[in-house]
């Protein structure tokens, strides 16, 4: 089967970036890295690029009048460079229309919350503070709104009532970075049909939706 092309956009340090390398690298993930946009020229995920030789572009909004142009011009690079498959790694924008259209049902987030549970930043600050006894992390597919869309794996960890928000983020992000080169090599199978706002994940096994006892990783 070809690699299939992808395209990432991230605003930081790119934890979630390297984890798709490692997965390429590695031969667990049958895909290359076409390109790396970030929004921020001081993004860590640059570093990572240039240590595994990928492309990559610094897009400033600000070089832009309207987003939906700044997200135009996003979809266009990647279009050039025959990107299959957008993943949002740690992208702090919301994705507008130019984009989603461009990729429709093509473009995979990931947020460190339970969706659609504490959607936006801090997701994980967000669920301390509420109490919750489980949170986790979601890949889903990117419609227009704020992490909204439809789910493609989740993973649950418990919440001690002890924790702050770093020891959540540090438990949440080591699954992060297993469902989310999971939910791409589905997705580059051709296992996943999205139904409504139901992702269908043909073949499904068990493990292929979710992942729940991180005590067992
Ligand atoms: C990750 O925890 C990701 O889930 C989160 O940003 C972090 C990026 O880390 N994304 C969101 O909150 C999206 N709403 P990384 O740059 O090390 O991958």
Redesign the pocket.
């Known amino acids: 089967m070809d690699r299939l092309s992808l395209g990432v956009l ?8 390297q984890a798709i390398i490692d997965a390429i690298e590695a031969g667990r993930l049958n895909a290359v890295v076409k390109l790396l946009v970030v929004d921020n020229p001081n993004a860590f ?1 640059v570093e990572r690029a240039k240590k595994h030789s990928i492309e990559y572009l610094c897009i400033n909004a600000n070089e832009f009048t309207t987003k939906d142009d700044f997200f135009l011009g996003i979809a266009e690079e990647l279009k050039t460079r025959g990107v299959e498959l957008v993943i ?5 924008r919301i994705v507008r229309k130019p984009l989603i259209d461009a990729f429709p049902h093509r473009i995979m ?4 919350a339970l969706l659609p549970s504490f ?3 801090h ?1 994980q600050k967000q669920a301390v503070d509420y109490g919750v006894r489980i949170s986790g ?1 979601t890949v889903h597919f990117v419609e227009e709104g704020m ?1 909204t869309g439809p789910v493609i794996i989740q993973a649950a960890v418990p919440v001690s009532p002890d924790d702050t928000e770093d020891t959540l ?1 540090g438990r ?2 080591k699954l ?1 970075h297993r469902i989310f080169p999971e939910a791409i090599r589905l997705f580059s199978e051709g296992r996943l049909r999205v139904e409504g706002r139901v992702v269908k994940i043909s073949g499904y096994k068990l493990d292929d939706g979710f992942v729940v006892n991180p005590r067992l990783s």
């Open positions: 991230a605003s930081g340090r790119g934890s979630n970036f995920a949002l790694a740690g992208f702090m987030n990931i947020h460190p959607p936006g930043l997701g992390c992490d983020s949440i992000l992060e």
